[in-house]
Protein backbone atom coordinates (compact mmCIF):
# COMPACT_ATOMS: atom_id res chain seq x y z
CA UNK A 1 0.00 0.00 0.00
CA UNK A 2 1.20 3.62 -0.83
CA UNK A 3 1.01 6.17 1.44
CA UNK A 4 1.81 9.91 0.38
CA UNK A 5 1.36 11.92 -3.07
CA UNK A 6 2.95 9.87 -5.92
CA UNK A 7 5.99 11.28 -7.22
CA UNK A 8 4.73 13.15 -10.10
CA UNK A 9 2.10 14.42 -7.56
CA UNK A 10 4.95 15.03 -5.17
CA UNK A 11 6.39 17.17 -7.94
CA UNK A 12 3.59 19.37 -8.14
CA UNK A 13 3.56 20.57 -4.77
CA UNK A 14 7.32 21.88 -4.63
CA UNK A 15 6.49 25.21 -6.04
CA UNK A 16 8.78 26.69 -8.96
CA UNK A 17 11.28 29.12 -8.81
CA UNK A 18 8.89 31.65 -10.41
CA UNK A 19 5.99 31.00 -7.57
CA UNK A 20 8.58 30.82 -4.55
CA UNK A 21 9.89 34.47 -5.87
CA UNK A 22 6.03 35.77 -6.71
CA UNK A 23 5.04 34.78 -2.71
CA UNK A 24 8.17 36.51 -1.74
CA UNK A 25 7.17 39.57 -3.32
CA UNK A 26 5.19 41.92 -1.07
CA UNK A 27 2.17 44.40 -3.04
CA UNK A 28 1.88 47.67 -1.43
CA UNK A 29 -0.75 50.49 -2.04
CA UNK A 30 -0.45 53.95 -1.97
CA UNK A 31 3.24 54.10 -2.66
CA UNK A 32 5.29 55.73 -4.91
CA UNK A 33 2.56 57.52 -4.79
CA UNK A 34 -1.24 57.77 -3.55
CA UNK A 35 -3.81 56.30 -5.66
CA UNK A 36 -1.16 53.24 -6.82
CA UNK A 37 -2.09 50.03 -6.70
CA UNK A 38 -0.40 47.02 -6.47
CA UNK A 39 3.40 48.43 -6.19
CA UNK A 40 5.62 45.31 -6.31
CA UNK A 41 8.45 45.55 -3.67
CA UNK A 42 11.13 43.12 -3.96
CA UNK A 43 13.49 43.93 -0.69
CA UNK A 44 11.25 41.17 0.78
CA UNK A 45 12.65 38.87 -1.62
CA UNK A 46 16.44 39.72 -1.11
CA UNK A 47 15.74 39.34 2.50
CA UNK A 48 15.71 35.73 1.61
CA UNK A 49 19.66 34.86 1.04
CA UNK A 50 19.13 31.38 -0.28
CA UNK A 51 16.30 32.32 -2.43
CA UNK A 52 18.23 35.92 -3.75
CA UNK A 53 20.65 33.05 -4.54
CA UNK A 54 18.62 31.16 -6.66
CA UNK A 55 17.52 34.24 -8.67
CA UNK A 56 20.70 34.86 -9.24
CA UNK A 57 21.94 31.83 -10.45
CA UNK A 58 19.15 31.66 -13.14
CA UNK A 59 20.17 35.05 -13.90
CA UNK A 60 23.76 34.59 -14.19
CA UNK A 61 22.77 31.52 -16.52
CA UNK A 62 20.72 33.28 -18.88
CA UNK A 63 23.38 36.36 -18.81
CA UNK A 64 26.29 34.35 -19.60
CA UNK A 65 24.82 32.54 -22.80
CA UNK A 66 24.54 36.38 -24.35
CA UNK A 67 27.95 36.83 -23.59
CA UNK A 68 28.27 40.96 -22.93
CA UNK A 69 31.00 43.06 -21.71
CA UNK A 70 29.24 44.77 -19.41
CA UNK A 71 26.84 45.14 -16.90
CA UNK A 72 23.99 48.30 -16.71
CA UNK A 73 22.16 48.51 -13.50
CA UNK A 74 19.25 50.84 -12.89
CA UNK A 75 18.74 53.01 -9.68
CA UNK A 76 18.40 51.78 -7.68
CA UNK A 77 17.29 48.32 -6.96
CA UNK A 78 19.08 47.00 -10.68
CA UNK A 79 22.16 47.33 -8.44
CA UNK A 80 20.84 44.74 -6.09
CA UNK A 81 20.31 42.49 -9.57
CA UNK A 82 23.16 44.09 -11.69
CA UNK A 83 26.04 43.96 -9.14
CA UNK A 84 26.20 40.38 -8.46
CA UNK A 85 25.96 39.81 -12.18
CA UNK A 86 28.58 41.39 -13.16
CA UNK A 87 30.54 39.91 -10.16
CA UNK A 88 29.66 36.59 -11.29
CA UNK A 89 30.81 37.19 -15.24
CA UNK A 90 33.86 38.97 -14.13
CA UNK A 91 32.53 41.85 -15.92
CA UNK A 92 32.39 45.60 -15.33
CA UNK A 93 29.34 47.57 -13.95
CA UNK A 94 27.81 50.78 -14.91
CA UNK A 95 25.49 52.69 -12.68
CA UNK A 96 22.61 54.36 -14.44
CA UNK A 97 21.37 56.90 -12.24
CA UNK A 98 19.13 59.42 -11.52
CA UNK A 99 20.10 63.07 -12.10
CA UNK A 100 23.04 64.81 -10.46
CA UNK A 101 24.12 61.54 -8.31
CA UNK A 102 27.40 60.80 -10.51
CA UNK A 103 30.69 62.81 -10.42
CA UNK A 104 32.02 63.02 -13.15
CA UNK A 105 31.09 64.06 -16.93
CA UNK A 106 27.85 62.70 -17.69
CA UNK A 107 25.40 62.11 -20.68
CA UNK A 108 21.53 62.09 -19.62
CA UNK A 109 18.37 60.77 -20.87
CA UNK A 110 14.99 62.37 -20.42
CA UNK A 111 11.97 60.14 -20.13
CA UNK A 112 8.08 60.62 -19.82
CA UNK A 113 6.70 58.63 -16.45
CA UNK A 114 2.78 58.07 -15.89
CA UNK A 115 2.29 60.86 -13.56
CA UNK A 116 5.46 63.32 -15.18
CA UNK A 117 8.69 63.19 -16.66
CA UNK A 118 12.49 62.04 -14.99
CA UNK A 119 15.64 61.24 -16.12
CA UNK A 120 18.56 58.87 -16.29
CA UNK A 121 22.21 59.85 -16.46
CA UNK A 122 25.57 57.55 -17.09
CA UNK A 123 28.76 58.85 -17.03
CA UNK A 124 30.42 59.53 -20.67
CA UNK A 125 33.15 57.26 -20.23
CA UNK A 126 31.26 54.27 -18.85
CA UNK A 127 30.74 52.52 -22.19
CA UNK A 128 33.26 51.96 -24.65
CA UNK A 129 32.30 51.65 -28.67
CA UNK A 130 31.54 48.58 -29.95
CA UNK A 131 31.21 46.99 -26.37
CA UNK A 132 28.17 44.38 -25.54
CA UNK A 133 25.77 45.91 -22.94
CA UNK A 134 23.12 43.91 -20.89
CA UNK A 135 20.58 46.49 -19.34
CA UNK A 136 19.30 44.89 -15.85
CA UNK A 137 16.87 46.25 -13.19
CA UNK A 138 14.36 45.00 -11.04
CA UNK A 139 11.23 45.52 -12.31
CA UNK A 140 10.10 46.29 -16.23
CA UNK A 141 6.85 48.46 -15.41
CA UNK A 142 6.25 50.75 -18.37
CA UNK A 143 9.46 50.09 -20.17
CA UNK A 144 10.75 54.13 -19.94
CA UNK A 145 13.75 54.27 -17.62
CA UNK A 146 15.17 50.97 -19.60
CA UNK A 147 14.67 52.33 -22.51
CA UNK A 148 16.55 55.87 -21.26
CA UNK A 149 19.64 53.67 -20.25
CA UNK A 150 19.27 52.14 -23.47
CA UNK A 151 19.79 55.39 -25.17
CA UNK A 152 22.84 56.58 -23.45
CA UNK A 153 24.39 53.12 -23.80
CA UNK A 154 23.74 53.73 -27.02
CA UNK A 155 24.70 57.10 -27.20
CA UNK A 156 28.29 55.99 -26.06
CA UNK A 157 28.64 53.52 -29.18
CA UNK A 158 27.27 49.99 -26.94
CA UNK A 159 25.37 47.39 -28.33
CA UNK A 160 22.54 46.59 -26.48
CA UNK A 161 22.09 42.79 -26.28
CA UNK A 162 19.14 42.45 -24.17
CA UNK A 163 17.53 43.50 -20.65
CA UNK A 164 17.05 41.36 -17.49
CA UNK A 165 14.48 41.66 -15.35
CA UNK A 166 13.17 39.89 -12.03
CA UNK A 167 9.86 40.45 -12.35
CA UNK A 168 7.76 42.20 -15.34
CA UNK A 169 4.29 43.55 -15.37
CA UNK A 170 3.08 42.62 -18.47
CA UNK A 171 -0.23 44.05 -18.40
CA UNK A 172 2.02 47.81 -18.46
CA UNK A 173 3.32 46.67 -22.09
CA UNK A 174 7.04 47.69 -21.26
CA UNK A 175 7.90 45.26 -23.75
CA UNK A 176 6.20 47.45 -26.13
CA UNK A 177 8.94 50.24 -25.74
CA UNK A 178 11.97 47.67 -26.00
CA UNK A 179 10.75 45.44 -29.03
CA UNK A 180 13.55 44.35 -30.93
CA UNK A 181 15.67 43.38 -28.04
CA UNK A 182 15.63 40.17 -26.17
CA UNK A 183 14.21 40.68 -22.68
CA UNK A 184 14.24 38.46 -19.99
CA UNK A 185 12.44 38.20 -17.18
CA UNK A 186 11.73 35.80 -14.19
CA UNK A 187 7.98 36.41 -13.03
CA UNK A 188 5.32 38.20 -14.79
CA UNK A 189 2.49 39.57 -13.41
CA UNK A 190 -0.12 39.52 -15.43
CA UNK A 191 -2.49 42.43 -13.36
CA UNK A 192 -1.42 44.64 -10.53
Known sequence: MRVGPRPRE??????????QVSRSIRS???????????????????????LTRKVNDVLYQHAKKMKPDKIVGIESRGFVVGAP???????????????????????RVEYQLEYGKDSVEMHSDAIAKGEKVMI?????ATGGTSDAARQLVEKMGGKVIGFIFVVELTFLKGRDKLAGYPIYSLVKYEQS
Do not use: H
Open 136 to 140: VDDLL
Open 10 to 19: AERLVPSLEE
Open 85 to 107: LADRLGIGFVLARKPNKLPGEKL
Open 28 to 50: LNDFPRKGFTGFKDLTTLWKDGP
